[in-house]
């Protein structure tokens, strides 16, 4: 790891960590040791630190929209986007190879999850044949097509694994109720779960296909579902990998197609992040953001959310109170669990994901990938 590398792994580190000191990697010097220590007294920490936190981007090479994206390690990234195209970097984001799944040009990827640099589950989204799943198990290079949705009525919208093996996929309510997709086999097959343990879905309610993250899971069996289009916003949970299910109303901005929460995150089977609110430029998102302790039974509004829509959430690894969020206005970090966010950058994006080295990516309009750096 070079000089440059290590100390940004060093200050993520010291974000996870909080201000404690924590170790130094060799090669890093004794002035780039203490500067960071420099603050002056008469600034707070949250100001000090966003001062010098931002995205930076890299060369995707393409002008697609990515949405889906999944985080491997500092160097290496999946994005999923618009055109059918997936891309992939091993360099830390210096080159993108083009690993789109032939013939895949009119579908619109939306989410994509990555077991490591070799190993990938693409989702594209749409109403009937459009809602498609792919899988690959050479860095893209071939892909296996597991799973066409066949019923017009469903619209497949988001999925996640809870380890290599199980995971499930998402649709919009058929028949009055969400309906869940379930593999055993690393998405190389998957079966409709019955919509015995599903609640009923309220007038107008659906999920956003906006950032990956409106299905998301934590350990090896608990998973949640992000409303919105309804009356109120909701969260729903299973703790029987998606067999059985709960819902809480979530306080994020809804009444409308257009809001309610639309990303998900939690960094155990207990503390969870909800971000949100109107998707509509101009449109005011008070309340964009709720925080729960409790699984996900309650949610309270964030003290102070961000001040517009956020479409994307994710934990800093190891970090009991450092998250990220990010939409189309900006980004926003969180050093309380939640409870109180301060913006970061103004940059678009649509989605963001941590790997477990604190390799931090964003995603999103016109081939925007960038890569966090302090």
């Known amino acids: 790891m070079s000089v440059s590398v290590a100390a940004g792994a060093v200050a993520l580190a010291g974000l996870a960590t909080g201000p404690a000191a924590v170790a130094q990697p060799a090669g890093v010097t004794a002035a780039a040791r203490t500067a960071p220590a420099a603050v002056p007294a008469t600034t707070s920490a949250p100001a000090s630190i966003t001062r010098h936190l931002g995205w930076h981007l890299t060369d995707s090479g393409r002008t697609a929209r990515f949405r889906g994206l999944a985080a491997v390690s500092r160097t290496t990234a999946w994005a999923a986007g618009t055109e059918g195209t997936v891309l992939r970097t091993h360099d830390g984001g210096k080159h993108w190879s083009d690993v789109s799944p032939p013939g895949a040009r009119t579908l619109e990827f939306r989410d994509i999850e990555a077991f490591d640099a070799r190993h990938a589950v693409v989702l594209a989204i749409g109403a009937g044949e459009a809602s498609r799943v792919f899988r690959t198990d050479d860095a893209g290079t071939t892909w296996t097509e597991s799973f066409r949705n066949t019923d017009p009525r469903a619209f497949y919208d988001c999925l996640t694994f809870f380890d290599r093996r199980h995971g499930i996929a998402l649709s919009d309510p058929v028949d009055g109720k969400y309906r869940v997709l ?16 599903m609640p009923a879905a309220r007038p107008g309610e659906s999920s956003f296909a ?18 919105g289009g309804a009356a109120t916003a909701r969260v729903l949970h299973t703790a029987d990998r998606g067999r059985t299910w709960t819902a809480a109303e979530a306080p994020v901005p809804a009444g409308d197609a257009a809001r309610g929460v639309f990303a998900l995150a939690f960094r155990d089977r207990t503390h969870g992040l909800a971000v949100g609110g109107d998707y509509r430029s101009g449109q005011p998102s008070p309340r964009a953001a709720a925080v729960s302790a409790d699984g996900g039974a309650t949610w309270t509004t964030a003290a102070t959310p961000p001040t517009s829509y956020r479409s994307g959430v994710a934990w800093l690894p190891h970090s009991r109170r450092t998250a990220l969020a990010v939409g189309p206005t900006g980004s926003d970090l969180t050093l309380d669990g939640g409870r109180t966010w301060h913006p970061f950058d103004t940059g678009s994006y649509d989605t963001v994901d941590c790997a477990p080295d604190l390799g931090c990516w964003a995603a999103g309009e016109q081939g925007r990938i960038a890569r966090l750096e302090p």
């Open 182 to 197: 379930s593999t055993g086999d690393g998405g190389r097959s998957w079966r409709v779960l019955p919509s015995s343990g």
């Open 210 to 227: 906006a950032s990956g993250q409106c299905l998301v899971s934590a350990g090896s069996r608990d998973a949640w579902i992000a409303t």
